[in-house]
């Protein structure tokens, strides 16, 4: 079964600074999407940043930037020049690529982040 | 978020009664997704479903069963509730596999409910 693993519960970063947040996965399958999902207060499910596993250019989303790398099987999220408005959980998250009963989004247990002005 | 409505909002519920949570999208989605998110732990897959008719279980399947027996709605039921069902539950759907290029997935905004 496939796992996903954030192991920063929380992270602060100052305004206008860069953070990193780290997520890495389990799975036996070759081809599969990657995604960071943020979660503000109003609890409201806000897509940051897709990967495509057999993409090997890292995605970029203006200030989001993610480090793929798939041997290692890590996904990181950088956000760059932090805002007060990137305070949020954000989640890490893995689908299959193939279709059927096999098909799931499975989330990881989120990294709180603090921006401080 | 637009297409995809949870009721109802906030339950409290008593240990051994039971409810059903509805999800429903106006957008003719194939799949759709019950989660639920406690602290610490992320967002946990309860059952989903990949079109009309059809249902799976997720990663904590216990103690829930869902239903799909119109494209557009997606039951969540508590047969007997427990203490530790008390959640905030999510819905979500989509129109194809979750990553495929040009799919966006909506989730609702969420049901709290609280088992005393």
């Known amino acids: 079964a496939q796992t996903v693993t954030q192991s920063q519960p929380e992270m602060s970063v100052q305004e206008a600074e860069t953070v990193t947040l780290s997520c890495t996965y389990d799975?036996?399958?070759?081809?599969?999407?990657l995604f960071w999902y943020k979660q503000p207060p109003s609890r409201q499910m806000i897509l940051v940043i897709r990967q495509e596993a057999y993409k090997q250019q890292n995605a970029t989303e203006n200030r989001f930037s993610v480090n793929f790398q798939k041997a290692a099987k890590s996904f990181s999220l950088k956000i760059s020049d932090s805002q007060l408005g990137d305070a949020a959980m954000y989640f890490c998250a893995y689908a299959t690529a193939y279709g059927g009963a096999t098909n799931k989004l499975i989330f990881g247990t989120g990294t709180l982040l603090a921006v401080q002005p | 978020n637009a297409g995809v409505t949870q009721t109802p909002k906030f339950r409290v519920l008593k240990t051994g009664q039971s409810m059903t949570l509805l999800c429903a999208q106006d957008m003719n989605h194939e799949y759709m997704y019950w989660y639920r998110q406690d602290p610490g732990m992320g967002l946990r897959l309860i059952h989903y479903s990949v079109g009309e008719g059809t249902t799976a279980k997720g990663e904590v399947p216990d103690g829930y069963n869902v239903s799909r027996l119109k494209k557009q709605n997606f039951l969540l039921g508590l047969e007997s509730a427990a203490p530790s069902q008390t959640s905030v539950y999510f819905c979500?759907?989509?129109?194809?596999?979750?990553?495929?290029?040009?799919?966006?997935?909506?989730f609702g905004e969420g049901s709290w409910l609280t088992v005393v």
């Open positions: 799975t036996s399958e070759s081809d599969y999407y």
């Open positions: 979500a759907s989509s129109y194809s596999l979750p990553g495929s290029s040009g799919n966006t997935i909506y």
